[in-house]
């Protein structure tokens, strides 16, 4: 991911990457998601005031949008920036992903950001996935194949890659496809940087506004600081 984010970077952005100590080596479900989403929210507590922007690098998003209300900076979502990315390339997308145990919380977050209408479909790979780390390397025949099939099937306008163990894809198989195909990670790096650029000021109203000061029991104390503002008063 890290790669294929440094492969779209501008000159002067330096990506931080940061791997949670906890939790799941790919996120596949909705429970998954949900544990993921509050580790992201931890790790942002921590590392918020270091950093220009944050992107969540799993596809789904897990905690987005907690994390666009709880911290100042801007917060992007790979699979979000994807989407958008590629509904400025054309009318529909397809998303194409390596398990189908992905497909329906892949589906949610189609739903989450309003773009069903723009969804063109999600399909994956049968089969089990024995290696993670491998499954790019050792399935990329299948996942052209299945990506071409989908455009016919589908009349798909643009393509996404999906997943964390695809990153880099879209850039390696472009001359294989007749229609764009946007890499999330590459998406969101740009997004983040536009983001920067046009400096949004943080909401002070509306849903996004940050939260009024609560206490909490038993979450790491960055997080605590920022849900009880006593981040704000050190």
């Known amino acids: 991911m890290m790669a294929a984010g440094r492969a779209v970077a501008?000159?002067?952005t330096e990506l931080v990457p940061l791997t949670a100590s906890r939790g799941f080596p790919y996120i596949a479900t909705r429970a998954e998601a949900q544990v993921g989403g509050a580790v992201v929210l931890e790790m942002l507590a921590e590392a918020h005031h270091t950093v220009d922007a944050a992107i969540v690098a799993?596809?789904?998003?897990?905690?987005?949008?907690?994390?666009?209300?709880?911290?100042?900076?801007?917060v992007v979502g790979v699979s979000e920036a994807a989407m958008l990315t590629a509904c400025m390339l054309g009318q529909r997308f397809a998303i194409v992903t390596f398990t189908r145990a992905l497909c329906p919380w892949f589906r949610d977050c189609v739903d989450l950001h309003g773009l069903a209408g723009r969804c063109a479909g999600i399909v994956a790979l049968e089969g089990p996935v024995p290696s993670i780390d491998a499954v790019q390397d050792q399935n990329e025949q299948r996942l052209v194949a299945l990506a071409q099939e989908t455009v016919r099937a589908s009349g798909a306008d643009v393509l996404i890659f999906a997943?964390?163990?695809?990153?880099?894809?879209?850039?390696?198989?472009?001359?294989?496809?007749?229609?764009?195909?946007?890499?999330?990670?590459?998406?969101a790096v740009k997004?983040?940087?536009l983001l920067v650029a046009l400096n949004p000021r943080k909401a002070v109203g509306g849903g996004f506004a940050r939260p009024g000061p609560k206490s909490s029991i038993g979450l790491p104390a960055p997080l605590t600081d920022r849900m009880s503002h006593a981040d704000a008063q050190s």
Do not use: N
């Open 10 to 12: 501008s000159p002067g």
């Open 58 to 74: 799993a596809f789904g998003d897990p905690g987005l949008l907690g994390a666009r209300e709880l911290f100042d900076i801007p």
């Open 163 to 187: 997943g964390a163990p695809l990153a880099g894809l879209a850039a390696k198989v472009v001359d294989r496809l007749p229609i764009p195909i946007v890499d999330p990670v590459a998406a």
């Open 191 to 193: 997004q983040a940087e």
